[in-house]
């Protein structure tokens, strides 16, 4: 099992930043983190939830979305227990409720919902113009 919880959300002007930070735990998480690719994904009112960036722990790679590209940043602490979300040059489309998630991919790191993700519950992000 792995328990994810996020936190750092809020509002914010557009031009603005926010950091959002997720906190995994869990028998299975802590016995091999290495293993494990995060994911942020969002989902915006009216919308599907969108994969924006992923990390694979193990190794470090990324993977971002066009829609955020250059403007956000994935990293994780020296610990791998907790996984951050650097987000710059905010616009109003970036509203949403964010989205951390787990899953073992063994380096195969992708921006796509699978059914073996663990979630967690989800922060709002509102940024207005």
């Known amino acids: 099992q792995v328990q994810l919880v996020e936190s750092g959300g809020g509002s914010v002007q557009a031009g603005g930043s926010l950091r959002l930070s997720c906190a995994a735990s869990?028998?299975?998480?802590?016995?091999?983190?290495?293993?494990?690719?995060m994911n942020w994904f969002r989902q915006a009112p009216g919308k599907e939830r969108e994969g924006v960036a992923v990390i694979y722990i193990g190794g470090g790679s990324t993977v971002y979305s066009d829609s955020v590209k250059g403007r956000f940043t994935i990293s994780q602490d020296n610990t791998k227990n907790t996984l951050f979300l650097q987000m710059s040059s905010l616009k109003p489309e970036d509203t949403a409720v964010y989205y951390c998630a787990a899953r073992r991919c063994f380096g195969g790191a992708d921006l796509i919902e699978h059914s073996d993700h663990y979630w967690g519950q989800g922060i709002q992000v509102t940024v207005s113009s």
């Open positions: 869990g028998y299975t998480y802590n016995r091999s983190p290495s293993t494990y690719c």
